[in-house]
């Protein structure tokens, strides 16, 4: 009786604090299980079928569309990839729960103003390749399944039918592991929809690149490795790039993205954490944090910033190819600071800003953090 009366209590004082506030609530949303994807064998590496989280567009969104994909690492042997699917997050959708839908994905209006009241699409990463894999065997000690290209197919038809097919709008995104697969599937997304649609892409803090040192870039060469070998990606990599090299360079943007013919705009931090992390090191990794990184160790992060600058595309077609890059030390912008009040600012522009005049062909920005050595964000 007492716990009734409290939480009428509660319903009533928050009815009125809507009234009056608007009483920010989260917004979790419920998983959808994909229909018919296990008899097309598009399955998460337990062979559970794959979900998405989706919440309907209203007023004039409704006929515009933002499908991200989201990321999570990847995993590069059996044992890991059996490890991943008794996390809640990124092997199975058994026992995937609801998520919370904020920044880009916020409903509330000051926020997210140019997007809030889109149809809205977070496809879950279950697969452990980054979309890219398709092997027919099944591991038969294990049941792991490798099969995240077919999960994009599958993922892509339920939702055309959902009415992606009729967008006036849309978007395909990825943050960190789900960036790839953006770059990878831009120009195919763009093919699902009429020419006259405007479509683009997206891709957050997934421009990892592969450094010159071959020290540096042994981590991202020994993941790619993995996906070749295990998931059977490279026929889902672009032709245009695996018939003039090894299917493993392939995964690196600077090799892809001369390739991508729609327009796709990609923001990351050029001391983007997780890629300092496992290209320069641990200790470099710390030693900005702990501010007590010596010159020889700023010297490194200096020359890395610089030769990922020169792996991004260059600034002579911002209508094509945006780019938003700080330098503050953190991984992904559209988990991270997106909404307008609380904005990623680089020059003065913010990163949602700059973003939503990019796609929505307002102004092509091009936009590049000038401080050479990281900044620990407040
Ligand atoms: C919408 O966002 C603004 C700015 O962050 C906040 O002040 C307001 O409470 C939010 N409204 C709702 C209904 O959540
Ligand atoms: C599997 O990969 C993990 C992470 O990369 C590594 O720590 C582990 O040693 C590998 N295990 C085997 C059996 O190769
Ligand atoms: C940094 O990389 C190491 C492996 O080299 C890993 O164990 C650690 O969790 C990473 N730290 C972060 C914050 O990503
Ligand atoms: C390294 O750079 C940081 C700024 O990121 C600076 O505070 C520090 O003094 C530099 N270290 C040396 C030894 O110059
Ligand atoms: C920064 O941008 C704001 C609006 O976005 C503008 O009012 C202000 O003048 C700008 N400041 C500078 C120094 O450009």
Known sequence: MMMANLQFFCLLVCSLAIIKTGCAKDNWVEKTIVKNAISKGAVCLDGSPPAYHFQSGFGEGVENWIVQLSGGGWCTNVTDCLDRTRSIYVGSTNIMGPWKFEGLFSINKSENPDFYNWNKVFV???DGGAFTGDVEYVDPATNLHFRGARIFEAVMDELLAKGLKNAKNALLAGTSAGGYPTMLYCDHFRSLLPKSKRVKCFADAGHFIHAKNPMQARGF????????TLQGSTKALP????SKMNPVLCFFPENILQHIKTPIFTAMSAYDSFQVNKTLGQDIFSCIFSR??????NKTLREFRSEFLTTLPKPHNPKLKGVFIDSFVHHSAIQWRWTIQSGLVVNNVSA???FADWYFDRKYWYVIDEKVLPTIPK
């Open 221 to 228: 060469e020994e993941v790619y490795n993995a996906l070749v």
């Open 352 to 354: 949602p800003e700059a």
């Open 124 to 126: 879950r990463y279950c």
């Open 292 to 297: 007590t990184c010596t010159s020889s160790q």
């Open 239 to 242: 032709k245009a790039c695996t």
